[in-house]
């Protein structure tokens, strides 16, 4: 199981991904965010000791996906 924590500012959102039995961060998965108006441009980050950041997103709400 791994759970998911985001911050978000107007610069950028970061998250953060972990492994709920270990507490470690997870690296090697690829995040992928999409506008769910379809009005922005997808954002995408790779996740690295359980950090990613989409730098720049437009406001409103997005759809998360992880790819490994």
Do not use: N
Not at 14 to 38: F, K, P, W, Y
Not at 58 to 67: I, K, M, T, V
């Amino acid at each position: 199981m791994i759970v998911l924590w985001l911050a978000c500012t107007p610069e950028q959102v970061t998250g953060t991904l972990v492994d709920v039995r270990t507490g470690a961060g997870l690296s090697g998965l690829h995040v992928a965010a999409t506008h769910v108006s379809g009005k922005c441009e997808p954002l995408s980050s790779d996740v690295v000791d359980g950090e990613f950041t989409f730098p720049k997103p437009c406001h409103g709400p997005y759809a998360l996906s992880l790819d490994d």
